[in-house]
C-alpha cells in the first residue's frame, strides 16, 4: 500500500483508536496488500474497501462533506483513459461514500441498471486535490491534464467533465486528444493551464494572518515549482498569483494551520515542510 492520512506514528494511531476516531487510509493496491501492526490489531474492527475489478484506481484525496458523506477522487489509471467516460467503472471518476463504505441514497447515479451507484461524477482525468469551499460547501478540485489542460474544477452530481472526449491539452506525443475543447453535454473548467502546472494540493484560505486571502484558493505546483493562488468573484477565477518559484522545489501539499499560516510540503530527495507567516510589510515570509 503507498497510504496517505494525517496521522505519522504507531503511538498517534493506537491513542486515535482507542480514542473512538476513525481512521481513513487511502493508497494504491489491494485489499490483500493490507496487515495491521501487531499492537494495534486488536483495536481494529472493521475495514472498508471498494476497487474496480478490471483496474485499480488511482485514488489522490479524499474529503468529507458536511452531511458526513466523502468524496473520493479517482485517476484514469493513464492506458484506460475510455473508461473515464464508462459509468460501469470507476476510472476517472469522482465517487461519494459514507464513512462506512455503503452508497449514500442520493448519489445521482443509484438504481440504473449497469452503472456504479457510488459515483458523483465523471469524465475526469487525474483529480490531485479536492476541497470545499467553507462558505458554500461546495466540492472544488485540480486536475492534471496531459501536455496542458491541467483544470481547476467544482464537480456537480452527475455532471460529465469530458474526458479524454474534450480537453485543452494534447497527448504527449502532441497529437490531439479528443474531439477538442468543447462539447454538448459536457461540462467546461472552471479555469485550466496551458502550459500546465502539474497542480497537487489545494485548500481554500479562511484565516485572518492574511486578510487580503481570504476566500482564495492555494494549489501546489509540481513541475511549475510554485504556491498558485486563485482569486474567485463569484465562482469564477479573475486573477492568478505566483509564489516561491525562486525555491525551485515541487510543491506537493499546501495547508492552513489552526495559527493562520501556509503550511506547504516539498517534494524533494531533501523535502522540507515550510511556513508562510506575514513579515513587517504584511507579505509572506
Known amino acids: 500500500m503507498a497510504p496517505r492520512t494525517g496521522l505519522r506514528t504507531g503511538a498517534e494511531y493506537r491513542a486515535a483508536l482507542r480514542d473512538g476516531r476513525r481512521i481513513y487510509v487511502m493508497g494504491v493496491g489491494r485489499i490483500d496488500d493490507v496487515a495491521t501492526h501487531p499492537a494495534t490489531?486488536?483495536?481494529?474492527?472493521?475495514?472498508?474497501?471498494?476497487?474496480?475489478?478490471?483496474?485499480?484506481?488511482?485514488?489522490?484525496?479524499?474529503?468529507?462533506?458536511?452531511?458526513?458523506?466523502?468524496?473520493?477522487?479517482?485517476?484514469?489509471?493513464?492506458?484506460?483513459?475510455?473508461?473515464?467516460?464508462?459509468?460501469?467503472?470507476?476510472?476517472?471518476?469522482?465517487?461519494?461514500?459514507?464513512?462506512?463504505?455503503?452508497?449514500?441514497?442520493?448519489?445521482p447515479f443509484v438504481g440504473r441498471e449497469g452503472v456504479r451507484p457510488e459515483i458523483w461524477s465523471y469524465g475526469h482525468r487525474n483529480a490531485q486535490a479536492a476541497a470545499l469551499d467553507p462558505a458554500t460547501g461546495q466540492l472544488w478540485t485540480v486536475e492534471h491534464g496531459a501536455r496542458g489542460g491541467d483544470e481547476l474544477n467544482h464537480p456537480e452530481a452527475g455532471r460529465n467533465y469530458g474526458w479524454p472526449v474534450i480537453t485543452y491539452g494534447r497527448d504527449y506525443n502532441g497529437f490531439p486528444i479528443g474531439i477538442g475543447a468543447v462539447k454538448d453535454g459536457m461540462e467546461q473548467p472552471v479555469y485550466y493551464w496551458d502550459p500546465i502546472i502539474a497542480p497537487s494540493g489545494m485548500t481554500f484560505y479562511t484565516g485572518d494572518a492574511f486578510p487580503a486571502w481570504k476566500g482564495s484558493i492555494f494549489v501546489g505546483g509540481l513541475a511549475s515549482q510554485v504556491l498558485v493562488r486563485l482569486v474567485l468573484e463569484n465562482g469564477a477565477v479573475v486573477r492568478e498569483e505566483r509564489y516561491l518559484g525562486d525555491l525551485y522545489e515541487r510543491i506537493r501539499d499546501v495547508r492552513q494551520g489552526p495559527d493562520g499560516f501556509l503550511y506547504l510540503l516539498t517534494d524533494n530527495p531533501d523535502g522540507r515542510v515550510l511556513r508562510l507567516r506575514p513579515g513587517a510589510d504584511g507579505r509572506a515570509r
Open 41 to 107: 490489531r486488536a483495536m481494529v474492527d472493521e475495514y472498508v474497501a471498494w476497487y474496480d475489478r478490471h483496474h485499480d484506481p488511482a485514488w489522490a484525496d479524499t474529503v468529507f462533506r458536511g452531511d458526513g458523506t466523502m468524496f473520493v477522487t479517482q485517476g484514469d489509471r493513464f492506458g484506460y483513459r475510455d473508461q473515464a467516460q464508462d459509468l460501469a467503472s470507476l476510472l476517472g471518476k469522482i465517487v461519494r461514500l459514507n464513512p462506512d463504505g455503503s452508497v449514500p441514497r442520493d448519489n
